[in-house]
Each structure stands twice: as C-alpha cells, then as structure tokens.
C-alpha cells in the first residue's frame, strides 16, 4: 500500500518561505491524485491545501493559498512538493500530504502521512 511521508515543516517569519516534501516510500503509481491539507490547532477539520492529478498535472489551490503556494510532483523521486511563499500567520498547522486513488475532484483521500507543523509569526 502506499505509505506518505512528510518533511521540511518547522517555522518561519510572516512572508517568509517554507517547502514541504512528501515521499512515497513504498509506491506511487497507482495514486491519481496527490494533495496537502493542513489543520490548524483548535479546528476539527482538515482543510484541502492544493492537489495535482498524477494523470492531467491539473492543479487545485484553495482561494485562501492561490498565488503563494506551488504544488509539484517529481515522479522520479515519487515526492510531491508544496513551495509555500509570502506565509502569513494563519498558514500556521499541521499540514499533512495524501494519496487517492480516484481522480482528484472524486476523492476520497485513503492514504495520509504522518503530518508536518508549520508555525508563522
């Protein structure tokens, strides 16, 4: 099955920059869309960040990321990356990577790591 794992949370200055990274460590082939979601402290939810479809690299922004986030994929490396620049304190949470093996817009998401926290002040 595929199993997720993340990296290259930590913290960082309001308009600063942070890169996540996501590998697969067992496979990722059989994965149609690849997504970061993140849940600050306090809420309930896990909110969807950005996905890539692994078939068209058609991409998904949340409005509240658009234009400061940058989801990627390097299939070689099976990791999929989220370039996140401008942060603001909100961007604060624990953001995870997940794997469907449905096209992006059917979900569900059955494949999770174990979650990065990213922190902005």
Known sequence: EVQLVESGGGSAQAGGSLKLS?????????ANCL???RQPRGKERREGVASVS?????TYYSDS???RFTIS???????VY?????????DTAMYY????????HLGPFGYWGQGT????S
């Open 117 to 120: 926290q990213v922190t902005v």
């Open 82 to 90: 989220l370039q996140m620049n401008r942060l603001k304190p909100e």
């Open 54 to 58: 692994t078939v068209t690299g058609m």
């Open 35 to 37: 997504a970061w979601f």
């Open 73 to 79: 994929r390097d299939n070689a490396k099976k990791t």
């Open 22 to 30: 996501c590998t697969a460590i067992v496979q990722l082939g059989d």
């Open 65 to 67: 990321v658009k234009g």
């Open 97 to 104: 990577c997940a794997a469907a093996l449905v096209a992006c």
